[in-house]
């Protein structure tokens, strides 16, 4: 049974440009929510996406968007990069409602 | 707002000693409260979850954890501490349905 998957595991990107990350949920779970962690820093909820529709959101700008296609896979979509966007950002997949989180390797976001 | 504490950076302890990585949280209502492992380079690992019953819980690899509602802790305890329990560790709190709120993480380091 295959975990959670991301890809790419390692992005390098400038400023202003823009980054589309991707995230295949665990076999069954049709729930899939998005985090950043910075270095040296807890993972930060960005939104969470169930249906194909965004349910939840953190304080993220709308730089910051997502999509859900029908297979439950998702993808991260930031827009004008900053340095600041620089961290690992880690897909989590669960059953609705249910709350165990399962979380993918992550993908290392560096902007220049 | 909700918001979880690990109050220690970095916790240090001996191979085959006791091990203790406190959390405090601050929430309202009854959440439901997680324990994360992360090794480097990695994304987080379940490692167990209390949400009613029972203050004790026991997760893999020989963790377990104590709730305590009066004093809004759960700590993360293990009998006897190996080297490869050396990693980044994360409370996190939540509630049906919602997002996670994480701690900031705490070093633990198994000295042989």
């Known amino acids: 049974d295959a975990g959670v998957t991301q890809s790419p595991t390692h992005l390098i990107k400038t400023r202003g440009q823009q980054v589309t990350l991707r995230c295949s949920p665990k076999s069954g779970h049709d729930t899939v929510s998005w985090y950043q962690q910075a270095l040296g820093q807890g993972p930060q909820f960005i939104f969470q996406y169930y249906e194909e529709e965004e349910r939840q959101r953190g304080n993220f700008p709308d730089r910051f968007s997502g999509h859900q296609f029908p297979n439950y896979s998702s993808e991260l979509n930031v827009n004008a990069l900053l340095l600041g966007d620089s961290a690992l950002y880690l897909c989590?997949?669960?059953?609705?409602?249910?709350?165990?989180?399962?979380f993918g390797p992550g993908t290392r976001l560096l902007v220049l | 707002a909700q918001s979880v504490a690990q109050p220690e950076d970095q916790v240090n302890v001996a191979e085959g000693n006791p091990l203790t990585v406190k959390c405090t949280y601050s929430v309202s209502g009854n959440p439901y409260l997680f324990w994360y492992v992360q090794y480097p380079n990695r994304g987080l690992q379940f490692l167990l979850k209390y949400i009613t019953g029972d203050n004790l819980v026991k997760g893999s690899y020989g963790f377990e954890a104590e709730f305590n509602k009066s004093q809004t802790s759960f700590h993360l305890k293990k009998p006897s501490a190996l080297v490869s329990d050396s990693a980044l560790y994360f409370c996190a709190v939540g509630f049906y349905g919602q997002n996670f709120v994480f701690g900031p993480g705490t070093r633990l380091s198994v000295l042989p």
């Open positions: 989590a997949s669960s059953l609705p409602g249910v709350e165990t989180q399962y």
